[in-house]
């Protein structure tokens, strides 16, 4: 698992400061400190949701764990929709710490790009279509993470084929490749799309520095992309996961009496919030103990994951697998 490279260059890897493009991504209850200082200390660049430590008191305490054991950049995730009444605090003691990314999701990046970049810190939102990256871009987000087909949790409805060379030529501010990428070969073929950096998450729930439980991961590894589903069941939108048995008896859309409620005007902001909260809870059973009512969220990548590594061991065969396509690609361009 040897890599000869030394770095990748990109626009967000030298806004970064980093050796390479490769975020591991902010997943709710996987991402925890070891993953984020791990991942950062491999040359990529390890983030976390803020809502993965509650209470707020330990969030401040894991900023600082983490930011104690590498120099290196790390990233927040921020929810910036009103469900969340954290969002000001977790802006708040991120931008004490020095952290040096902020990833925001499902709402308005307004605040969190204003008060980041006062500290120079920079932003990337996540987007599914260009109304809401172009609206980001406005905004002055330092770059997009497009979430296309494939991805786990709240992925989007367009192929990462489509998506990246579209916003690549609609915006001014660089594009992140998310969804369904957990193989060295699979970062090339983004950057020869037009991105300048990609985000994984699937890949590192397969890690040993995720504490989720042993069976959620090899959970990952044994799933083909034929097993994951698209629910609304879990927080309302979207949202990938495994078709496990307890999947399959739940169903994967919303039960009428709430889409009626989340469709009316009325109750809209009353239902919304209530979806996300059991939805989370829901997953958070699920990723810290067997359970029949399992709930693993996950995208069509666990096809090509093969074991649980260490995340440094993760970016080690990124890097081997990106070499060798890169090589292939020229050999057969010599030959042909």
């Known amino acids: 698992m040897n890599s000869k490279i030394s770095s990748i260059e990109t626009a967000f890897a030298k806004m970064m400061g980093i050796s390479y493009p490769i975020i591991a991504a902010p997943m709710f209850l996987v991402s925890n400190e070891n993953l984020v200082v791990a991942a950062s200390e491999a040359g990529g660049i390890g983030t976390f949701p803020a809502l993965n430590y509650?209470?707020?008191?330990?969030?401040?305490?894991?900023?600082?764990?983490?930011?104690?054991?590498?120099?290196?950049?790390?990233?927040?995730n921020i929810i910036v929709n009103k469900s969340n009444t954290r969002q000001n605090e977790d802006l708040r003691y991120a931008l004490d710490a020095g952290?040096?990314?902020?990833?925001?999701?499902?709402?308005?990046?307004?605040?969190?790009?204003?008060?980041?970049?006062?500290?120079?810190?920079k932003v990337l939102c996540d987007v599914t279509n260009l109304e809401f990256a172009k609206k980001v871009q406005d905004l002055g987000a330092d770059g997009v993470i497009a979430v296309g087909a494939g991805a786990g949790g709240h992925a989007g409805p367009i192929s990462p084929l489509v998506l990246i060379p579209w916003l690549k030529q609609e915006l001014q501010i660089p594009v992140i490749a998310a969804g369904g990428i957990s193989h060295g070969s699979q970062i090339l073929a983004c950057l020869g799309l037009g991105a300048e950096g990609v985000s994984l998450g699937t890949r590192f729930i397969a890690s040993k520095e995720a504490e989720v439980d042993v069976s959620y991961k090899e959970a990952v590894v044994r799933a083909t992309p034929e097993d994951i589903v698209m629910t609304t069941r879990v927080s309302g939108t979207p949202a990938?996961?495994?078709?496990?048995?307890?999947?399959?008896?739940?169903?994967?859309?919303?039960?009428?009496?709430?889409?009626?409620?989340?469709?009316?005007?009325?109750?809209?902001?009353?239902?919304?919030?209530?979806?996300?909260?059991?939805?989370?809870?829901?997953?958070?059973?699920?990723?810290?103990?067997?359970?029949w009512k399992t709930v693993?969220?996950?995208?069509?990548?666990?096809?090509?994951?093969?074991?649980?590594?260490?995340?440094?061991?993760?970016?080690?065969?990124?890097?081997?697998?990106?070499?060798?396509?890169?090589?292939?690609l020229r050999t057969e361009s010599v030959s042909s």
């Open 54 to 76: 509650r209470p707020i008191e330990q969030y401040r305490d894991a900023l600082k764990n983490i930011k104690q054991r590498t120099k290196k950049p790390i990233g927040v």
């Open 296 to 328: 693993w969220s996950a995208g069509q990548s666990v096809g090509l994951i093969k074991e649980i590594l260490s995340t440094d061991e993760i970016y080690r065969r990124l890097l081997a697998e990106y070499q060798e396509a890169l090589e292939r």
């Open 99 to 121: 952290v040096e990314l902020f990833i925001t999701s499902l709402g308005n990046p307004q605040a969190v790009i204003s008060e980041a970049h006062k500290n120079g810190a």
């Open 240 to 291: 990938a996961v495994i078709n496990t048995d307890y999947v399959k008896k739940l169903g994967t859309d919303l039960p009428w009496v709430l889409r009626l409620l989340k469709q009316n005007p009325l109750t809209k902001k009353y239902v919304v919030p209530l979806i996300h909260l059991m939805g989370m809870r829901a997953l958070e059973a699920a990723a810290n103990k067997p359970t």
